[in-house]
């Protein structure tokens, strides 16, 4: 597949296109053949090199929209489960007690916050693997590249009132 990515940190001029190997999806995990992805400041930071670690090479991007094409073992096919074929956006959040017991101050670390397109290859390809718990079915009325605008924004609002803010009931 060909995917944009990079193998040190810098301005743009460091993005290369490749052909890089078809992911597989793990248990648990689907396949998604991506047909929007957007750009946004954790791509930037991570390509310049701030302020953690990414593997390398690296392939950015967590805000990813497309259709189901591969399940990984324990997946199922069809109803209760995620059909291929399936228009699909992707919550990059991984570790969801991040989600129950969002940390307070300047930092992330207990529980980590992690994320599809940094902590592990994203979707500025043609194929991204995600957990299938972390899909969002996309309505036929809403295109992808509307899809693929919505996902990080959405977590670090979320992070910015729970997180951040101390937002609870009441």
């Given amino acids: 597949m060909r995917a944009a990515g990079f193998t040190e940190h810098g301005g743009p001029e460091v993005i290369r296109i490749a052909e890089v190997q078809d992911p597989e999806p793990g248990p648990g ?6 047909r929007a992805a957007s750009l946004n400041h954790l791509d ?6 701030l302020p953690f670690e990414i593997p390398m090479p690296h392939i950015g991007g ?3 929209a497309g259709v189901v094409d591969a399940l ?3 997946v199922e096919d069809g109803p209760g489960g995620v ?4 228009r699909v956006t992707v919550d990059p959040s991984l570790h969801y007690e991040w989600y129950r017991r969002p940390p307070r101050g300047p930092s992330f670390a207990n529980p980590p916050l992690t994320v599809l397109g940094e902590h592990t290859q994203g979707g500025f390809a043609e194929y991204f693997v995600a957990p299938a718990a972390n899909l969002f ?3 036929d009325s809403v295109t992808f590249e509307t899809a693929a605008a919505a996902p990080l ?3 670090t609002a979320w992070h910015a009132l729970l997180g951040r803010g101390g937002l609870r009931p009441g």
Wanted: hydrophobic share 50%; charged share 20%; glycine share 14%.
């Fill in 83 to 86: 059909a291929i074929g399936t």
């Fill in 137 to 139: 079915e996309i309505p």
């Fill in 44 to 49: 930037l930071w991570a390509r310049r090199g």
């Fill in 29 to 34: 995990d689907v396949r998604i053949a991506v």
């Fill in 153 to 155: 924004a959405f977590v």
């Fill in 72 to 74: 990984g073992t324990g």
């Fill in 62 to 64: 967590s805000d990813v």
